[in-house]
């Protein structure tokens, strides 16, 4: 099942461990949801992203039921037996829904375990113009010989063109690879490997700003699954 769209900031329910995981990530919410929408990010992050839209949803819920019962008790209605049945059953659902919530926290905490114990820095770090190559490789990317020319380079899905050199570079550092399945005049897919995706993540820790990455469309402000 595909991951949820990214929804505008202004639509969506902050979660009690956002600052938790943009700590030890090094990217804010919106970014880490916008690269998972993208296929940038490596398998543990994507499963901590995965984890997190679980406990905005369940958090939703909780602040929907909230709302619910403060309008009951708010002196709108008729206080009588209709009424007592109302509260007493929105009681019941915000019970469960922040024990769905607690259960979504505990996956979130226990998709940040992994991360947190790889965060130790390793000297090494992406300059802006490797990061930006990953970037447009990550969305779809192949190799290229130009029949007449010979001239080989990679052209990304977003028209980015990429020296063979520098491919050659990103590939001896194990960041990307090849289908040399394909004939290269016909176009070689090049993607990222596991480590490219990891070192494009961790380039998030560096003061290199990420590239905005337009949000997707909103939902309706009543359905409980929003964020902030």
Not at 31 to 60: I, K
Not at 166 to 179: H, I, K, Q, S
């Amino acid at each position: 099942m595909p991951p949820a769209p990214v929804l505008p900031a202004a639509l969506r329910t902050i979660s009690p461990l956002d600052h938790h995981i943009e700590a030890a990530t090094g990217h804010d919410i919106d970014t880490l949801w916008a690269y998972r929408d993208r296929g940038v990010l490596d398998e543990p992050h994507a499963r901590l992203v995965d984890r997190h839209r679980e406990l905005v949803t369940a958090q939703t819920g909780v602040t929907f039921y909230l709302r619910l019962l403060n309008r009951l008790s708010s002196g709108e209605f008729d206080v009588d037996d209709a009424l007592f049945t109302r509260i007493d059953r929105t009681v019941e659902q915000l019970a469960e829904a922040a024990d769905t919530r607690d259960t979504a926290a505990r996956a979130v905490r226990a998709a940040l375990e992994p991360i947190e114990a790889a965060a130790a820095p390793d000297g090494k770090q992406l300059s802006t113009d490797d990061q930006a190559a990953l970037l447009a490789i990550a969305g779809g990317a192949k190799l290229y010989e130009h029949l007449l020319t010979g001239r080989v380079s990679v052209t990304t899905a977003s028209g980015t063109r990429i020296p063979h050199a520098e491919l050659l570079r990103l590939e001896d550092a194990g960041l990307v690879v090849r289908d040399t399945g394909h004939p290269v005049h016909a176009g070689q897919p090049v993607a990222l490997t596991d480590t490219g995706r990891a070192a494009l993540v961790a380039a998030g820790r560096t003061p290199t700003q990420p590239p905005k990455v337009p949000a997707g469309p909103g939902t309706s402000t009543s359905a409980p699954a929003q964020r902030r």
